[in-house]
Every structure is written in structure tokens, then in C-alpha cells.
């Protein structure tokens, strides 16, 4: 079974940074695309950054230039370096991988962005 475990969420300022990451295991074939989603209260979930396993990224428009996505391949890792933090930001980020199995969920990481 695939188990996706996020840390790194917690309470910052805004103009200030967090480091999520996120861990991989129980995965029976390579994964391909890892990525970063978000969901605030009330809204849907939406997307912040994918990666894939080649290395290509994509962002969302509201965090281009704020946020960066990375991964290692060896640990099955993937981070969301997040940077210029803004309340806006605020929400639970989920951690999400595919592989030939489908697609894989982690539990969330809350993010909040206040003074």
C-alpha cells in the first residue's frame, strides 16, 4: 500500500518561509509525477506545483516565483520550498504521487499565514 507522509506545515508571518516535504513508501512501481496541492476552507482543492520524475516542473500563476517544488528520487521525496508567504496562502497542502497504480494521497500539512 502507498503511504504518503507530509511534515513541515505550521504558523508563520507573513513575508515568511516554510519547508514542506514530503515521503514516499510501499510504492510497487516508479513514481512518475509527484506535486503539491492545496485546499483553503470553503474552497477546492487546487493545484500549487507538480514535478516529474525528469526533473519538468509546473506552478500555479499565485505562487510562480514564491514557491519552488524539488524532489529526490533515491528517497522518494518531494519538497515545496514556500517563500513571501501570504495570508492568501493559507490552507492544508496535500501531497500527491502517481505511479502505474494510480494516483496517491497524503493526509495534509496545514499551512497558516498570519501575524
Not at 519547508?19 to 477546492?44: E, F, N
Not at 518531494?78 to 517563500?83: A, D, E, H, R, W
Not at 492568501?88 to 499565514?113: I, M
Request: hydrophobic share 30%.
Amino acid at each position: 500500500q502507498v503511504q504518503l507522509v507530509e511534515s513541515g506545515g505550521g504558523l508563520v508571518q507573513p513575508g515568511g518561509s516554510l519547508r514542506l516535504s514530503c515521503v514516499v513508501s510501499g510504492s510497487g512501481s516508479s513514481i512518475y509525477t509527484m506535486g503539491w496541492y492545496r485546499q483553503a476552507p470553503g474552497k477546492q482543492r487546487e493545484l500549487v506545483a507538480v514535478i516529474t520524475s525528469a526533473g519538468g516542473t509546473a506552478y500555479a500563476d499565485s505562487v510562480k516565483g514564491r514557491f519552488t517544488i524539488s524532489r529526490d528520487n533515491a528517497k522518494n521525496t518531494v519538497y515545496l520550498q514556500t517563500n513571501s508567504l501570504k495570508p492568501e496562502d493559507t490552507a492544508v497542502y496535500y501531497c500527491n504521487a502517481r505511479n502505474l497504480g494510480g494516483s496517491h494521497w497524503g493526509q495534509g500539512t496545514q499551512v497558516t499565514v498570519s501575524s
